[in-house]
């Protein structure tokens, strides 16, 4: 009988857990909190251009993320710095802070989590260079169900200045044709007739055939590199479209500085991507600068 007595205790430890933290079993949110990125917190930019944030995060008591709101008045440069505290030793050695940006088409530009080379700082810090004007959210979220944090937001805008922009107007601005000179009166004969066909019906003046337009040749154009990020098989680069209205899928880009070409695809209205035999060092001394071709 001992060794059942001992048996039930033993079973009765491991149902409760020994009166030691029970595990959560809920995702961390509260249930009204379907959608928390609908109601993020606005973050006002000073005369600086700064901003900050302070908070704690806790996966057990259902506060597992945050999400902030950040207006950009025009192109610029976007740069933050988080800091963060996890739960302790013993209770999640594995912890991490994650954080994303999201651009104000709720695509995800910049990650970091514990998929990422930064895992486990407790300093992490993103610069996005080239940004468009608009409503961009940053989202804090804890990733073990144990996790609670301490956190500090830090974020700078820098907006570009008119000097810095670059264009290559008038490289790509078609010439306007030669156009005939038009009379201030009609200078139609009095005893002009249009020609005329017979058909099987109905007479149809013969129709004026149509000039055909020319095409212009495709033209060398250049891209700035806005973000770049080490991924299997090589280090992915984001171009931003907003610096050429020339990129398209499956044109040829080459770095200066950099062996070997390669082609640009998953282009949208804002960005394209490809995936180079380079390393980050080598992008940055070629002034995040790419060179396209047909």
């Known amino acids: 009988m001992r060794w059942i007595v001992s048996l039930s205790i033993a079973l009765v430890c491991a149902v409760t857990a020994c009166g030691g933290a029970q595990i959560p079993t809920h995702n961390g949110y509260k249930p009204k909190e379907a959608k928390p990125w609908k109601k993020p917190k606005a973050l006002k930019f000073d005369d600086k251009g700064e901003a900050k944030a302070e908070g704690d995060l ?3 008591d259902m506060r597992r993320a945050r999400w902030y709101e950040l207006s950009l008045p025009s192109s610029g440069q976007l740069t933050l710095a988080l800091n963060s505290n996890g739960p302790g030793e013993g209770v999640n050695d594995d912890f991490d802070l994650g954080m994303e940006v999201l651009d104000p088409s709720y695509r995800v530009i910049s990650k970091s989590d514990l998929e990422d080379e ?3 700082n407790i300093d992490k810090k993103k ?5 468009a004007p608009g409503k961009y959210l940053v989202h804090l979220y804890l990733q073990g169900r144990m996790d609670t ?4 937001l830090q974020v700078a805008f820098k907006p570009t200045a008119a000097a810095e922009m670059k264009s290559n107007f008038p490289a790509e601005v078609l010439f306007v044709p030669v156009l005939p000179q038009v009379p201030l009166q009609d200078d139609t004969p009095r005893n002009y007739h249009p020609v005329v066909v ?6 149809h003046v013969r129709p004026t055939p149509a000039a055909t337009p020319a095409v ?6 250049s891209a700035r590199i806005i973000n770049v990020q080490i991924v299997a098989g090589g280090t992915q680069i984001t171009l931003g479209r ?7 899928d499956g044109m040829h880009g080459s770095i200066r500085g950099v062996p070997g070409a390669f082609q640009i695809g998953g282009c949208n209205e804002r960005t394209c991507t490809a995936t180079i035999k380079a390393t980050p060092d080598q992008i940055k001394s070629s002034d995040n600068m790419v060179t396209l071709t047909p």
Do not use: I, M, Q
């Open 149 to 152: 944090a301490d956190f500090s």
């Open 127 to 131: 610069t996005l260079v080239e940004l």
């Open 58 to 60: 806790s996966y057990p």
């Open 216 to 221: 212009a040749p495709a033209a060398t154009v």
């Open 198 to 203: 017979e058909k099987h019906g109905p007479r």
């Open 118 to 120: 930064d895992a486990h």
């Open 242 to 248: 907003g610096t050429t209205t020339g990129a398209n």
